[in-house]
């Protein structure tokens, strides 16, 4: 069985101060009820080193919302392995549709960063998706199996343990609009098939395939029990403990 990973991330919310908070509130109800799924919470870079030391003793795991494919050098802004790996980070989010639209990241980029994270003991957290267009047009099995063949090339069957596949359909974050149960069950079982067809049928079945794209309270319970759902990639609902908590709790 596939243990379900429920990842919050925080974007670009929260000072010192509101991690404090943020962190506080979720470790005290995960200590009174615990979770059945991995826990994982993305905060800014400034705040990882702080949410690692408040962390402590948990069970919620830390994770970093990007990094360079680099491990150092003159790239001004840019984070490397090493320094979240000194943070305390064990997961980090790659290709996230932000960054897609946003910064201009490909799919060859966010291999090279996966491939990067990997050999660096980081769990990727790698994200696909299709735009409200694509889906539109029909394309989006094609559109989605592009990016998958994309950011895992050259990745090998050992090197599939370490990844974690978010489908987030671009026109559902942040959005207030969720793909159906349904819509989001048919995209994640395409991509384990893809994925068995890449590499074979048990790296595909022990593969985790988070659904991302405004997942809220009333809607979680419902998304996690289909058949290929292996968690969420949680936005706007993890910045609250009451409602990122009711989201764990809905993952069996």
Known sequence: MRTKIIAGNWKMYKDLAGTTELIAG??????????????VVCPPFTSLA???????????????????????????????WNMLR????????????ERRQYYGE???????KAKKAIASSLRPIICVGETLAEREQGIT???????????????????????????????AIGTGKTAT????????????????????????DATVIQYGGSVKPDNAAELLSQNDIDGAL?????????SFMSIISAAK
Not at 26 to 39: D, F, K, N, Q, Y
Not at 106 to 112: M, S, T, V
Not at 234 to 242: H, Y
């Open 106 to 112: 490909k799919d060859e980029l966010i291999n090279a």
């Open 181 to 204: 149960p349904a819509q989001a069950q048919e995209v994640h079982q395409m991509i384990r098939k893809l994925i068995s067809q890449l590499y074979d049928w048990p790296t595909a």
């Open 234 to 242: 949680v936005g706007g609902a993890c910045l609250k403990p009451d």
């Open 26 to 39: 979720l470790t005290s109800r995960i200590a009174a009820s615990p979770a059945r799924a991995t826990v």
């Open 141 to 171: 099995d094609r559109v989605v199996s592009t990016q998958i063949r994309g950011v895992l090339s050259g990745l090998s069957r050992s090197d599939m343990s370490s990844v974690v596949v978010a489908y987030e359909p671009v026109w």
């Open 50 to 80: 702080l949410a690692s030391t408040l962390l402590k003793g948990s069970p919620v795991r830390l994770g970093a919302q990007n990094m360079s494919q680099h491990d150092e050098g003159a790239f001004t802004g840019e984070i490397s």
């Open 86 to 97: 000194a943070a305390g980070c064990e997961y980090v989010i790659l290709g996230h549709s």
